[in-house]
């Protein structure tokens, strides 16, 4: 089999929303950026998993939490129009008062959405390499060497100074038997599917999400850790059967109803995580860190703000040279559910991708030789805000 060898200041493994924010990042930071990605479209969960709804930037009391790369990904998201969620009063210079009534949050079109963020990429000079698979990594003394990844022409090996591992699952901690932890109680199913028919375009979301204090009714009687070949057929399928049966029982009442778009890759929340030099908890609601490198709100309530602190993303003492972007950082499991969703994983994949670029500068080539202070001052310079005394 033909092998090809690459090598790059940042490998960027995973190319959904976390993929993109680190890669875009690392990119402008100067540095040598490969993003491999195993399906042929980038967004992950935000475009092939049909999870179309970028949730908000705000706290929901008129207070922007989320700048930078996370801003900058909403409005390309609807730059070439939205869908059900259009927040006026942000987007049009609304007053604080009227800010406060509505959330920052937008609905896009997944696949425009997808090639305008390929574009984003390919201008800032990052190399795509899609339709391949990451299956193996090689380490040295804690520090990954290499990853062996597989396409249409054989095996690719690349050689990076620094990787972010944006897989969702946190594959390449695994890979390395790093520090990880799973979510206890798994994922219930999800079946989400776009459909046309009386009423035009509509995004049909089967399966919510566990909203603590709410009651929300399961598709089937069990759940899923997203971890296991077999299993997750198991779900896929399951899945399929779901949007089948809503399909047949709509049409009794519009005949018109098509399916237009199932999902392409499988619809589930919380898997494996870095377990990380921080693990950031939901009682941490506006506590301040001092290497905070961003902020989210709680998308289920107004109220909540958290700052990010950067040792969410890293454990530097057992992996000096990968990070972690996206739902698969560091942080407890009622935690996980607020911060795995898009704009959270636009601010890490942020933090990540100039943390790795300004890590593989230096001569150790280690997380451990960067300073929080000179990270901050690069997210600071490219309009991140880090604290909450910053915003209110
Ligand atoms: C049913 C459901 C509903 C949701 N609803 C919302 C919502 O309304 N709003 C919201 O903001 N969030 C929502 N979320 C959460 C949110 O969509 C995701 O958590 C978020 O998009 C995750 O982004 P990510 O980049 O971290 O991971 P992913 O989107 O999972 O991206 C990981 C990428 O890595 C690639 N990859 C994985 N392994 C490899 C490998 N070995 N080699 C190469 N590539 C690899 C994958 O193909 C994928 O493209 C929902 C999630 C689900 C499942």
Sequence with gaps: MKQTVLSCDTLVAGGGIAGIAAALASARSGAKTLLVEKECVLGGLGTLGLVTIYLPLCDGMGHQVIYGIGEELLRLSIRRGWQDKYPAPWLEGGSPEEKAKIRFEVQYNPHLFAIDAEQLLLDAGVTILYDTRIVDVEQ???????????????????????????????????????PTAV???????????????????????????DIPGQTTASLVNRRFSGLDGAENSEMVIQSHRQILNDVLQRRETDPSLEPVTIPGIMQIRMTSRLDGA???????????????IGMTGDWRKNGPIFEIPFGCLH????????????????????MWDISRVIPT???????????AALAA?????????????????????????LHIAEIL
């Design 183 to 209: 979510h206890e109680a798994g994922n219930p199913l999800a079946a989400w599917y776009y459909f046309t028919g009386k009423d035009g375009l509509r995004l049909k979301m089967l399966g919510a999400a």
């Design 140 to 178: 040295e003394n804690g520090f990954l060497r290499q990853v062996r990844a597989y396409n249409k022409g054989g095996e690719t090996v690349i050689r990076p100074k620094m990787a972010v591992d944006a897989t969702g699952d946190a594959d390449l901690f695994r890979m390395m038997e790093g």
């Design 345 to 355: 994983c636009a601010v890490t994949g942020e933090a990540a991708g100039t943390a």
């Design 278 to 292: 921080y693990t950031l908890d939901e009682e941490e609601d506006h506590h301040s860190f001092e290497d905070s």
């Design 361 to 385: 500068a230096l001569p150790e080539e280690s997380l451990a030789a960067l300073s929080a202070d000179a990270l901050q001052e690069t997210l600071r310079k490219n309009g991140v805000r």
């Design 315 to 334: 454990n530097a003492a057992k992996c000096p040279n990968l990070l972690a972007a996206g739902r698969c950082i560091s942080v407890t499991d009622d």
